[in-house]
């Protein structure tokens, strides 16, 4: 079993920044393909950014060259530097990611943290 726990989410005014973490717990060995996804009440959840085993990264058009995702293979985490944050930034950010364990491989969500972006 993979346990997935989001941190750094917050309150944070228009302009400034956030990194949020994903760190990956259980009977893993390896993260593979990991995705930030955020979403707002009575809207389906979106793909913000997602990086590969390999590092490639891909990024929304609403976050490019504003959000940074970045990854720690041996700690099993993966990050997302927002700068520039601004008030349509504001939602649940969760982490999803593909992961090998002895065992198999497992697809698992966090629970989710909140960003709030004050204008």
């Known amino acids: 079993q993979v346990r997935l726990v989001e941190s750094g989410g917050g309150l944070v005014q228009a302009g400034g920044s956030l990194r949020l973490s994903c760190a990956a717990s259980?009977?893993?060995?390896?993260?593979?393909?990991v995705g930030w996804y955020r979403q707002t009440p009575g809207k389906q959840r979106e793909l913000v950014a997602s990086i590969t085993n390999g590092g490639s990264t891909n990024y929304a058009d609403s976050v490019k060259d504003r959000f940074t995702i970045s990854r720690d293979n041996a700690k099993l985490a993966v990050y997302l530097q927002m700068n520039n944050l601004k008030p349509e930034d504001t939602a649940d950010y969760y982490c999803?990611?593909?992961?090998?364990?002895?065992?198999?491989?497992?697809?698992?969500w966090g629970q989710g943290t909140q960003v709030t972006v004050s204008s």
């Open positions: 259980g009977s893993i060995f390896r993260l593979d393909a």
């Open positions: 999803n990611a593909q992961s090998s364990g002895l065992l198999g491989k497992y697809d698992s």
